[in-house]
């Protein structure tokens, strides 16, 4: 159908992968965004927006669940997440451009299909954001703690209702983070890989510690809560894996995109995996798994249980502040590529896809995301909302998962530079391992998901349904999936 045909059946028009590969030459109109980043940058985006905090507690929760056998959990975590990033990289080198799951929406499902996803993504990126920024503040506080034998004031530590005036330290992270943004792609990319290395560099330090007290009997009973608790845990620690779809999001700065992308995102998937079972590995075998339940910060704990010194806390804050600020940047800059991507197709005004001529950067649309992600930091109590990202990144990757069966059975001849092995069953399995995960989230989540759905609804029909470039028939749409 053209753009032309009214009725429902419009709303499910689907933008044709040919006009995203077009938009995206140097010389399409408004000018577009520089590839400036290689392979090595491109993985360390991936690895940098996912070893965040998660890995640095999540022991505490997941090994009373499952103890030992929650090595297994990581693995089939980790597996779940394969999965998924193999969609991912598919899709991505399929239609290599910003906007990731967006994007690929839009050309497997259609216009609103893609907008409620956008919304999801919108939903992760920036409660994440806002989320990881507070936890910036506590980890910076427990530094200074360790390094000076100070604490800063309770009034600049937390949002109103939480204790607090104003998060302070969160506010100048966003702030940090988006200067740096607004000096260009490549600059970033740069700063995140230094922050990456630095914050595995400190995991291994912890890996490398634990093992010099390893123990063989720590591990024994391996599965005391048997396969049920294994599971569980599992579900919790699939949330350290979010992240990963950040790769996607730079899919127009990128050189040899349809090489580059989905290598970044499998190599990234391998070192997160690797890096987070070492850590589990190292940390049972120093401690019997019953001692992890209600241990706060507990990698620090251990290493100074064997090192009877407090420079851990030190070591593991210093880890946990450099993690937070990566994760911080990358979440922000996906953020803005995926408005950057609406603001081309007409789905928002024109502001978020204006670039600075000289960086080649979407400043204005920076700045406009620094500022709500700052305030929702500094003054808005985020609890509520973190089961909200991860509701919104699995409904992400399960849409992920089944455009790759859409678009391979609608466009088999594109131009893949990557398929996906095992195809159906591995989009099959990814799509539902992360319908399953959704299903064990409270139904308060469910209640909130509709509330945000219902708000992106009411943007879309008053504003992004006129004012698309296909509904003003500035493109071509392709026919209404059936």
Request: with cysteine; proline share 5%.
């Amino acid at each position: 159908m053209s753009t032309s045909s009214g009725g429902q059946r419009s709303l499910f028009r689907r933008k044709p992968v040919e006009a995203f590969v077009s938009e995206t030459r140097p010389d399409a109109e408004g000018g577009e965004l520089s590839r400036s980043i290689g392979l090595f940058q491109l993985t360390m985006f991936g690895v940098g927006a996912t070893i965040g905090t998660g890995i640095f507690i999540v022991l505490t929760e997941a090994v009373p669940e499952a103890g030992p056998g929650v090595i297994v959990s990581f693995v089939l975590a980790g597996i779940t997440a394969a999965l998924t990033a193999m969609c991912y990289a598919e899709l991505a080198s399929t239609i290599p451009v910003s906007g990731s799951s967006y994007s690929y929406t839009y050309a497997t499902m259609g216009e609103i299909v893609a907008f409620g996803v956008a919304a999801c993504l919108l939903l992760e990126y920036g409660v994440s954001s806002a989320a990881v920024s507070v936890g910036w503040a506590q980890y910076l506080d427990e530094l200074f703690s360790s390094l000076f034998g100070f604490r800063m004031p309770e009034a600049i530590l937390a949002a109103p209702g939480e204790g607090g005036i104003f998060n302070f330290p969160a506010i100048v992270l966003v702030t940090l983070c988006c200067l740096l943004l607004m000096r260009g792609a490549r600059e970033s990319a740069a700063a995140n890989a230094v922050m990456v290395i630095i914050k595995i560099a400190v995991l291994i330090l912890f890996v490398i510690i634990a093992f010099t007290a390893f123990s063989g009997d720590n591990f024994a009973p391996f599965a005391p809560f048997g396969a049920a608790g294994i599971g569980v845990a599992a579900s919790s620690i699939f949330f350290t894996f979010i992240g990963l779809d950040a790769v996607s999001t730079a899919g127009e700065e990128v050189h040899n995109p349809r090489r580059t992308l989905p290598l970044a995102i499998i190599l990234a998937t391998i070192i997160v995996t690797t890096v987070y079972i070492l850590v589990a590995i190292a940390g049972i075998g120093a401690q019997q798994y019953r001692a992890f339940e209600g241990q706060e910060a507990g990698l620090a704990v251990i290493l100074r249980n064997i090192t009877g010194s407090a420079w851990p806390a030190a070591v593991l804050s210093a880890g946990a502040v450099i993690s937070i600020f990566s994760v911080t940047l990358v979440t922000l800059y996906g953020q803005t590529r995926i408005l950057f991507a609406m603001g081309r197709d007409g789905m928002l005004p024109e502001v978020f896809h204006r670039l600075n001529p000289t960086t080649l950067v979407p400043v204005r649309n920076t700045i406009i995301v620094c500022i709500f992600v700052g305030a929702l930091a500094g003054f808005v109590p985020l609890g509520v909302l973190i089961d909200l990202t991860s509701m919104g990144t699995l409904v992400a990757f399960t849409v992920v998962s089944i455009g790759v069966i859409i678009l391979r059975r609608t466009q088999p001849d594109l131009p893949r530079g990557f398929r996906v092995p095992g195809y159906p069953v591995t989009p099959i399995l990814s799509a539902g391992f992360a319908l399953y995960i959704i299903s064990q989230l409270p139904y308060s989540t469910f209640a909130l998901f509709a509330v945000w759905l219902g708000v992106a609804a009411i943007i879309y029909f008053t504003y992004s349904a006129r004012h698309s470039r296909l509904a003003r028939g500035e493109a071509v749409a392709t026919e209404d999936p059936e």
